[in-house]
T-cell receptor, first 115, second 115 residues
Framework: DAGVTQSPTHLIKTRGQQVTLRCSPK?????VSWYQQALGQGPQFIFQ???????QRGNFPDRFSGHQFPNYSSELNVNALLLGDSALYLC??????????????FGQGTRLTVV | AQSVTQLGSHVSVSEGALVLLRCNYS??????LFWYVQYPNQGLQLLLK??????LVKGINGFEAEFKKSETSFHLTKPSAHMSDAAEYFC?????????????FGRGTSLIVHP
């Protein structure tokens, strides 16, 4: 079992550009959540995808969007990048839209640097 | 609304000494509580979780935490620190509001272990 895999591991982008991050959930999981972890901070919830729909969203602007595919993998898109978007982006997978209090498994993250 | 406060951004102990990482939570309903560990350049790994069963929860790597409702605390302990325990530790709370268990994370405590 490969667990949760994220790609790429590191990324450098310029202000104003757009970026797409990818996540494959743990085998058997159907729900993907995305988090932003700024340096020295705890993870902040961005949104959660279940059944190919955004089910919950944290306090993030519309520049942050996502998608879930039929195979449960997911993408996080960020438009019009700002320097403040520099962070570690974590993907977590779980079961049943998070309605069950089952463990969420995290990937190793994508380190995004905006210059 | 749910929130978590982790007291102390850094905790330093000697190898073999007791580890105590403090976490206080705020929740309007009986909470679910978690401790995660993050090693450098890694994602988060669940150490243990409290889900309204036994108040003393045992986790992996010799860690345990005790839920104290009267003190709204969920402190993490380990009797004897190992060098390999050096990492960032995050406390998280979720209320299961709206049928979804999205955790809110604290800012983290960095555990430093001296030889």
């Amino acid at each position: 079992d490969a667990g949760v895999t994220q790609s790429p591991t590191h990324l450098i982008k310029t202000r104003g550009q757009q970026v797409t991050l990818r996540c494959s959930p743990k085998s058997g999981h159907d729900t993907v959540s995305w988090y932003q972890q700024a340096l020295g901070q705890g993870p902040q919830f961005i949104f959660q995808y279940y059944e190919e729909e955004e089910r919950q969203r944290g306090n993030f602007p519309d520049r942050f969007s996502g998608h879930q595919f039929p195979n449960y993998s997911s993408e996080l898109n960020v438009n019009a990048l700002l320097l403040g978007d520099s962070a570690l982006y974590l993907c977590a997978s779980s079961l049943a839209g998070g309605r069950l209090n089952t463990e969420a498994f995290f990937g190793q993250g994508t380190r995004l640097t905006v210059v | 609304a749910q929130s978590v406060t982790q007291l102390g951004s850094h905790v330093s102990v000697s190898e073999g000494a007791l580890v105590l990482l403090r976490c206080n939570y705020s929740s309007s309903v009986p909470p679910y509580l978690f401790w995660y560990v993050q090693y450098p350049n890694q994602g988060l790994q669940l150490l243990l979780k409290y889900t309204s069963a036994a108040t003393l929860v045992k986790g992996i790597n010799g860690f345990e935490a005790e839920f104290k409702k009267s003190e709204t605390s969920f402190h993490l302990t380990k009797p004897s620190a190992h060098m390999s325990d050096a990492a960032e530790y995050f406390c998280a709370v979720s209320e299961g509001t709206g049928g979804s268990y999205i955790p809110t994370f604290g800012r983290g405590t960095s555990l430093i272990v001296h030889p």
